[in-house]
């Protein structure tokens, strides 16, 4: 059986949803911020490419975050 990583069950949907509440709410993200949106993109990126352990994702997130600007809520 041939797995497509574009598409996500319930449980992948939930367990990405949840890194992504984690990490903004740690990054001070709140809301429908644009900088939200671009992280919620890489994180989708990072699994459909094969990263499917949060601790991985966040790393990954951690590295593409360097490059925001201060105010996280304008990117």
């Not at 059986?1 to 949840?18: C, F, G, H, P």
């Not at 990072?46 to 966040?58: C, E, M, R, V």
């Not at 590295?63 to 304008?74: A, C, G, H, L, Y």
Request: overall charge negative; glycine content about 6%; charged content about 30%.
């Amino acid at each position: 059986m041939t797995y497509r990583r574009d598409i996500l069950d319930s449980e992948q949907l939930a367990t990405l949803t949840r890194i992504l509440d984690d990490y903004c709410e740690q990054a001070g993200i709140e809301g429908s911020y644009p900088a939200r949106e671009q992280l919620a993109r890489r994180l989708f990126a990072l699994f459909s490419g094969g990263i499917d352990s949060p601790d991985d994702i966040k790393m990954a997130l951690d590295r593409v975050s360097i490059d925001f600007q201060t105010d996280p809520r304008v990117m």
